[in-house]
């Protein structure tokens, strides 16, 4: 009775009291003071922010509509950063003449077998010419008894303008035009190349200069790898036989002939 009569008497100062209480914890919790501060969690955690999305450097960000775009950032370049290829520096080699290209030898002829040659009765010209000036600059190799058939200026035949049929070889043109010129020439059959192989011309032969000695043809400045009578002649060709001393090193045809 004396309980309930003290709490009816002084419930208002003890409720007043824990109002008191209830202020000051929560002004300390918000005041900066709180638990987490102390080393301990209270269990509540910051929001993660959410990701942002991936933009590639070379695509601008996607935008929603209705927003309007920002700016893309301009690109820095490093002047200073050596190129990709470096300039060569300067050679002191020698400069060397060009090498025929790709290009250049998908357009040089292809040989014709003698047997597949289809000759028409379409007529043509060439030029055609012999000549053995580079057995002047080697007499002292030359068989004395050969001296007087080398001309002095070394043509044997200058060029001249021939004609031909639409399908004949630069060994059908030689034959007929030494014929024609009455020039001595003779020539073997080698069944290993599918050729004729001209062994000698105005009675100058292979070895008569020489153990690398030889003639060679070539036709607009270019030595075929193959046998003369394998080459079929077009309109306008230049043929010029020529003989060497040095398997073809002193003529320019050495590459012919697999060196």
Not at 18 to 34: E, H, N, P, T
Not at 68 to 90: F, G, R, V
Request: with cysteine; net charge negative; glycine share 8%.
């Amino acid at each position: 009775m004396d309980a309930y009569m003290w709490w009816k008497k002084h419930k208002w100062k003890v409720i007043v009291l824990l109002a008191a209480v209830l202020v000051l914890a929560a002004a300390f919790w918000y005041g900066g003071d709180a638990p987490e501060l102390r080393g301990w969690s209270s269990g509540q955690t910051e929001p993660t922010p959410a990701p942002q999305p991936h933009v590639r450097q070379d695509e601008s960000p996607k935008v929603n509509s209705g927003t309007q775009a920002a700016a893309a950032p301009e690109k820095i370049t490093d002047t200073h950063a050596p190129s990709a290829e470096p300039e060569p520096s300067p050679s002191t080699e020698p400069e060397l003449p060009p090498e025929i290209t790709d290009s250049e030898t998908a357009e040089l002829p292809a040989p014709v077998e003698p047997e597949s040659a289809v000759i028409s009765d379409t007529a043509y010209t060439c030029t055609i010419s012999i000549f053995c000036g580079t057995v002047l600059e080697h007499m002292d190799w030359l068989d004395g008894e050969k001296t007087p058939l080398v001309p002095e200026d070394g043509w044997i035949l200058q060029p001249v303008e021939v004609m031909f049929y639409e399908g004949e070889s630069v060994f059908n043109v030689l034959q007929r035009t030494c014929k024609q010129n009455e020039i001595h020439m003779e020539f073997s059959n080698t069944p290993i190349y599918n050729s004729a192989y001209i062994e000698g011309i105005a009675n100058i032969y292979e070895y008569d200069c020489g153990d690398l000695s030889g003639w060679m043809y070539k036709v607009n400045d270019w030595f075929p790898n193959y046998g003369c009578s394998r080459y079929a002649l077009s309109d306008g060709d230049v043929v010029c036989w020529e003989y060497t001393c040095d398997l073809g090193d002193d003529i320019g045809g050495y590459n012919a002939l697999g060196g």
